[in-house]
């Protein structure tokens, strides 16, 4: 069993910040990858960051330069930091963790959290 937690989301006006954060737990024997998916209102799901157990990040081209995901020490945890948020960043944000269950092998297993609403007023 691999639980994912988010917290964070809020309202906010556009222009203001949120910290999301998202932490895995659970019987695992690492994480490969964290990220940060979202599913705004009428739209279709997209990956927004993700960041590899090395620190590679990804993000997508519409928070570039407002988002940054980073990770704890123990690459059990990530954050998002969403500045600059706007109307069009309204969303459920949900983070996923790509654990490996065992160590053998390269079968990496997807686990998801519950989702976190973020509103961005205009």
């Known amino acids: 069993q691999v639980q994912v937690v988010e917290s964070g989301g809020g309202l906010v006006e556009a222009g203001g910040s949120l910290r999301l954060t998202c932490a895995a737990s659970?019987?695992?024997?690492?994480?490969?990858?964290m990220g940060w998916y979202r599913q705004g209102p009428g739209k279709q799901r997209e990956l927004v960051a993700t960041i590899s157990s090395s620190g590679t990040t990804t993000y997508v081209d519409s928070v570039k330069g407002r988002f940054t995901i980073s990770k704890d020490n123990a690459k059990t945890a990530v954050a998002l930091q969403m500045n600059s948020l706007k109307p069009d960043d309204t969303a459920v944000y949900y983070c996923?963790?790509?654990?490996?269950?065992?160590?053998?092998?390269?079968?990496?297993?997807?686990?998801w959290g519950q989702g976190t609403q973020v509103t961005v007023s205009s």
């Open positions: 659970g019987s695992f024997f690492s994480i490969n990858a």
């Open positions: 996923n963790a790509d654990v490996y269950r065992e160590n053998v092998g390269d079968v990496v297993f997807r686990y």
